[in-house]
């Protein structure tokens, strides 16, 4: 199977910033759409930061200019620059992947989520 793990997480001051990684294992044969998400208790999961397979990306309105999402196909890892961090963007971070991977001899493709990572933002 395949799974990916988020690292880099923690406990920052307001201003500072953290890196995010993602890395992804298994019997990958390509890792195409990549999304970072965040959630804090009691509200929805929400996308934060994407990139697809060619490095287009996309960001949500409340990170624009603050956190840089890119990707090392090479070593199936991506990861979120997060700079000028404010307390509101506190959340448990999770890495979304849409993978193509071999299970036995089957190609299979499924969408994988990490088990995420908390950035606590300080004021």
């Known amino acids: 199977q395949v799974q990916l793990v988020e690292s880099g997480g923690g406990l920052v001051q307001a201003g500072g910033s953290l890196r995010l990684s993602c890395v992804a294992s298994g019997s990958i044969v390509s890792i195409d759409d990549v999304a970072w998400y965040r959630q804090v208790p009691g509200k929805q999961r929400e996308l934060v930061a994407g990139?697809?397979?060619?490095?287009?990306?996309n960001y949500a309105d409340s990170v624009k200019g603050r956190f840089t999402i890119s990707r090392d196909n090479a070593k199936n890892t991506v990861y979120l620059q997060m700079n000028s961090l404010k307390p509101e963007d506190t959340a448990v971070y999770y890495c979304n992947a849409d993978i193509a991977y071999y299970s036995g001899v089957k190609l299979r493709r499924n969408d994988v989520w990490g088990q995420g990572t908390q950035v606590t933002v300080s004021s």
């Open positions: 990139i697809t397979s060619i490095g287009r990306n």
